[in-house]
């Protein structure tokens, strides 16, 4: 089904051709006819699924067929998403969108003036894109009316109700004079997310695409059975032998990104890192750097990466695996996107076997283990005298990833000697 029989624009299917949109995917094949007839929407969908050009492009020809001029302050059109690399990357895809019609969008969020932000709002937009916590803020100094909305989102709403923000979601609604066209995107469904849908949706279409569209169709799932204490290596000798050149690794603790990341630099593979305490600057760069491939590996945690669009990225690997099976489906959601193949590895220790299964129900199927020779998983016993006895830190002799990098070796020697040290001052001090 193509985007010129849906009725769109000549400029919009342009702008589509452009972004190599041709055809629909099946979210967008199902939301986008309601959408355009003015209905709410209740939709079961996955990032990658093709959800932001679901929800987007009904309010973008919507506008279009009934212009109206700009006033100060006011937003016909309000999208809200739990992160501020999902509002820059959905307000980028809109402008993508609007290439060639004349509508305006910004996205607001913390992390960055309000100042800048508040010249944006005051000369009115047609759509803003927002997380909730700084919308709510210019909502209190006045700065943004949302009293006229005629179009209201919520992307990826199971996120920001995981992320606390049902409070300053009901109090923006009680800011909403309007009845506005309201789309509801989520990829799990709680009971605390029915009741939200059934206080700000009216008769919603609800709509859903196949798990199998989602994930598996263009996913291939493997697991590699491993112990805490060598997934460092294993993870640096899958990038070098399987030559992976644009890896996205998930941990689920800031301080594994940190050593992670130095540790990957030590083998001489360019790391950037995305977590919670970098500077809102920090992360673009390091997003910037990895989507142009100047880094080959981005370490990030959940939060930080959620909702983010790499294009075409081959390979997400979960170093540790997630807390929530839902969780899994969020995070390979970055590969294997609109069609294109992708490989999602995770790295499961005898404690996360739990996870693993939950997350072969969630999926409904069973991931295929790969046992790579010197990495077979300790047995219980060995495993807890292994604890006892040694530190957790391996000698990590006959690493090939880059083994002409003198200064790597030596600066290796330096943190194992440094690691030894802080060891000894320990035991001292006990
Ligand atoms: P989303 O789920 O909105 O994050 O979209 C996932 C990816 O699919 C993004 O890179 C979009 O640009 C891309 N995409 C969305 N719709 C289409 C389409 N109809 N054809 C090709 N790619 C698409």
């Known amino acids: 089904m193509s985007f010129s029989s849906q009725n769109f624009s000549p400029e919009i299917v342009r702008a589509l051709t452009e972004c190599g949109y041709e055809k629909l995917t099946p979210i967008q094949k199902q939301a986008i006819p309601h959408a355009r007839r003015g209905h709410d929407i209740l939709a079961n969908a996955q990032t990658g699924t093709g959800k932001t050009a679901a929800f987007a492009l009904p309010i973008i020809q919507q506008i279009c067929n009934n212009p109206k001029p700009r006033s100060r302050f006011n937003v016909r059109a309000l ?39 508040e010249k944006k709002l005051e000369q009115g937009l ?63 469904f709680s009971s605390q997310m029915n009741k939200l849908s059934t206080e700000i949706l009216r008769k919603p279409k609800r709509i859903s695409v196949d798990r199998e569209n989602a994930t598996a169709d263009t996913v291939s799932h493997v697991v590699y059975p491993v112990d805490e204490d060598r997934k460092r290596e294993l993870l640096s000798e899958l990038i070098g032998k399987k030559n992976w050149q644009q890896v996205l690794v998930f941990v689920n603790y800031k301080e594994t990104a940190n050593m992670l990341v130095e540790e990957l630099k030590l083998d001489g593979i360019k790391t950037v890192l995305c977590h919670g305490d970098k500077a809102q600057s920090a992360r673009r760069r390091a997003l910037d750097e990895f989507k142009e491939g100047k880094a080959r590996v981005m370490v990030a945690t959940e939060v930080a990466a959620r909702g983010l669009d790499i294009q075409g990225l081959p390979h997400v690997v979960n170093y540790d695996m997630p807390f929530l099976a839902e969780d899994y489906v969020h995070r390979i959601g970055r590969t294997g996107r609109a069609g ?18 939950q997350v072969e129900t969630l999926i409904g199927q069973r991931i295929h283990r790969v046992q790579l020779t010197g990495y077979e998983p300790a047995s219980r016993d060995a495993l807890l005298q292994k604890m006892q006895t040694k530190s957790a830190f391996k000698d990590r002799k006959g690493r090939t990833n880059n083994p002409t990098d003198q200064s790597a070796a030596e600066r290796r020697v330096r943190l194992r000697q440094a690691i030894k040290n802080k060891a000894k001052i320990t035991t001292m001090k006990k």
């Open 79 to 117: 999208i809200l998403a739990p992160t501020r690399e999902l509002a820059a990357q959905i307000a980028k895809n809109i402008e993508d969108y609007t290439k060639y019609v004349s509508i305006n969008v910004a996205a607001i969020y913390g992390g960055t003036k309000m100042s800048s932000q």
């Open 126 to 188: 047609d759509i803003l894109v927002a997380t909730p916590g700084r919308l709510l803020e210019h909502l209190e100094l006045k700065n943004v009316s949302l009293a006229n909305l005629e179009f209201l989102v919520f992307d990826e709403a199971d996120r920001m109700l995981d992320m606390g923000f049902i409070t300053d979601i009901r109090a923006i609604m009680s800011d909403i004079r309007s009845q506005p066209q309201t789309m509801l995107f989520s990829a799990t």
């Open 340 to 357: 294109q193949k992708g490989h999602a590895v995770s790295f499961v220790s005898r404690e996360e076997e739990l996870t693993l299964v």
